[in-house]
């Protein structure tokens, strides 16, 4: 006996396409824009993505890349310094047939430029605040408390001990 109705999406139209899906995450799309590139709802791609561990896995793995560039390019900005960058501006060349001026022609041409940028607190407390938990760079009010408590348990013993 023949199974019959619709065949499994997940099947074929996300399982057989994973190596474009990771491409994709890799390159900063949104997961609306990876469902509608797929052709299914975003509904469904959720689902899949709850349903499916390794689905939500390779998401995830293409995150990561992202997120190590991310951290990179932050830690950078809170340092500041001189940083070279690539732009480009239009050139006119001049185009030349039989030894005559034939047209000319405008093209964007690269040059990488050194620019100085200043130093970016924010970035610099963002990052205190996730790296440096250990040192006591957090917002978090439990982990304040108990700093507050172990002050006050230490100034205690030094009047306890005069």
Do not use: H
Request: charged share 40%; net charge positive.
């Amino acid at each position: 006996m023949m199974k019959t109705g619709r065949k499994n999406v997940y099947e074929s139209k996300i399982k057989s396409r994973f190596t474009e899906i990771e491409a994709w995450v890799k390159k900063g799309v949104t997961e609306r824009s990876i469902a509608n590139k797929l052709g299914i709802s975003y509904s469904t791609f959720n689902k899949y993505k709850a349903e499916k561990t390794e689905f939500s896995e390779l998401l995830k793995k293409g995150r990561e890349s992202s997120v190590d560039d991310l951290e990179n390019a932050m830690f950078l900005s809170a340092l500041g310094g001189k940083q070279s960058v690539r732009k480009a501006m239009k050139v006119k060349r001049i185009i030349y047939k039989d030894g005559k001026k034939d047209k000319e022609i405008e093209i964007m041409e690269p040059y990488e430029e050194e620019v100085y940028t200043p130093p970016n607190t924010t970035a610099g407390i963002f990052l205190l605040k996730c790296w440096g938990k250990d040192r006591g760079y957090t917002n978090d009010p439990a982990m304040l408390d108990l700093k507050k408590k172990e002050l006050e348990l230490k100034e205690k013993a030094q009047d306890d001990e005069w």
